[in-house]
């Protein structure tokens, strides 16, 4: 039993749902940590039809800041894709469901600032 993997595997899915790390970076200077997550899936899914059937159209990035810890920011990189969907013949974007309506925060970053006002 690999417990850094275990724990690598239910911190991402728990975090970053649909998403796994395949960079990392520590900026000591600036205390910023920066992860580099891509799409899980070969295949992504047309939020329209649910098929799987799809054609990438192209890849984006997306650059997101989420909470700190220990007094390091969290910077999150997402490679996402855009497609075609070969069955209802829409194009579209993949959802990223951890990303605020914003979308330059992620959703914990946003509920905390929340919490933080209300608490003031």
């Given at each position: 039993m690999n417990i850094v993997a275990?724990?690598?595997?239910?911190?991402?899915?728990?975090?970053?749902?649909?998403?796994k790390l395949f960079n990392y970076q520590f900026d000591e200077?600036?205390?910023?940590?920066?992860?580099?997550?891509e799409p899980k899936d070969n295949y992504p899914q047309c939020p329209i039809c649910k098929n799987h059937n799809v054609v990438v159209h192209e890849y984006r990035h997306r650059i997101v800041k989420d909470g700190s810890?220990?007094?390091?920011?969290?910077i999150l990189h997402?490679?996402?894709r855009t497609f075609k969907c070969?069955?209802?013949?829409?194009?579209?974007?993949?959802q990223i469901p951890f990303i605020s309506s914003r979308h330059r925060i992620t959703k914990s970053l946003?509920?905390?600032?929340?919490?933080?006002?209300?608490?003031?």
């Open positions: 275990d724990f690598h595997n239910f911190f991402f899915n728990l975090f970053y749902t649909n998403f200077d600036k205390k910023e940590i920066h992860l580099f997550l810890y220990n007094g390091f920011q969290f997402i490679t996402y070969k069955f209802c013949d829409k194009y579209a974007t993949e946003e509920n905390e600032v929340i919490e933080d006002l209300q608490r003031s």
